[in-house]
């Protein structure tokens, strides 16, 4: 199996500022056929299901802010939250779907400070 | 509007069996994979089984195979997913979830969750 690794996976900010949450695969993403990575990104609050935010490592789901940025190829993906609102804090997730079974990234939890 | 509502979670004992099922609508449901994946209370997520649209190509985690069966029926638009031999490391929320589109894609849309407790 894929093993996905996040970091950090607790993150302190003030609205306002920038964030940065890395998602390492164990292997690479990158499907040779269609030339993509196949990584996505969730955004999970309290009490909700998950949200997909961001697929192909970094194209915005339908409706999501553009001050999430995703970024990265291979094995190594970045989601950036640029000037993060009260309303972004929630548990983060990345997943591949490049193989069987689906991995997910044990999640970073977003928090004021 | 795409919506995923989950059913027949609860509290069962070790060893019993339990049956979730997933009523979708908002979309054509014959034409999406679909699977379930679940979380434990404070922890992350755990994809379980999957479904191709047509119960084609079904896969399950390492974890529950041999004891969950997941299966669907296109006619009510419902998803299932059988779970056997429960023991108390399958206590968790399980989400229903569709996959974007047919081929290599995402989780676009989740449900709300049902919560299974396998306790003693």
């Known amino acids: 199996d894929i093993v996905m690794t996040q970091s950090p996976s607790s993150l302190a900010v003030s609205a306002g500022e920038t964030v940065t949450i890395n998602c390492k695969s164990s292997?690479?993403?990158?499907?040779?056929?269609?030339?993509?990575?196949?990584l996505a990104w969730y955004q999970q609050k309290p009490g909700q299901s998950p949200k997909l935010l961001i697929y192909l490592a970094s194209t915005r789901e339908s409706g999501v802010p553009d001050r999430f940025i995703g970024s990265g190829s291979g094995t190594d993906f970045t989601l950036t939250i640029s000037s993060v609102q009260a309303e972004d804090l929630a548990n983060y997730y990345c997943q591949q779907y490049y193989d069987t079974p689906d991995t997910f990234g044990a999640g970073t939890k977003l928090e004021l400070k | 509007e795409v919506q995923l509502v989950e059913s027949g979670g609860g509290l069962v004992q070790p060893g019993r069996s339990l049956k979730l099922s997933c009523l979708a609508s908002g979309f054509t449901f014959s034409n999406y994979g679909m699977n379930w994946i679940r979380q434990a209370p404070g922890k992350g997520l755990e994809w379980v089984a999957s479904i191709s649209s047509s119960s084609s190509y079904i896969y399950y985690a390492d974890t529950v195979k041999g004891r969950f069966t997941i299966s669907r029926d296109n006619a009510k638009n419902t998803l299932y997913l059988q779970m056997t031999s429960l023991r108390s490391e399958d206590t968790a929320l399980y989400y229903c979830?569709?996959?974007?589109?047919?081929?290599?894609?995402?989780?676009?849309?989740w449900g709300q969750g049902v919560m299974v407790t396998v306790s003693s």
């Open positions: 979830a569709r996959r974007a589109y047919p081929g290599i894609t995402p989780f676009d849309y």
């Open positions: 292997q690479s993403l990158f499907g040779s056929v269609r030339q993509k990575n196949y």
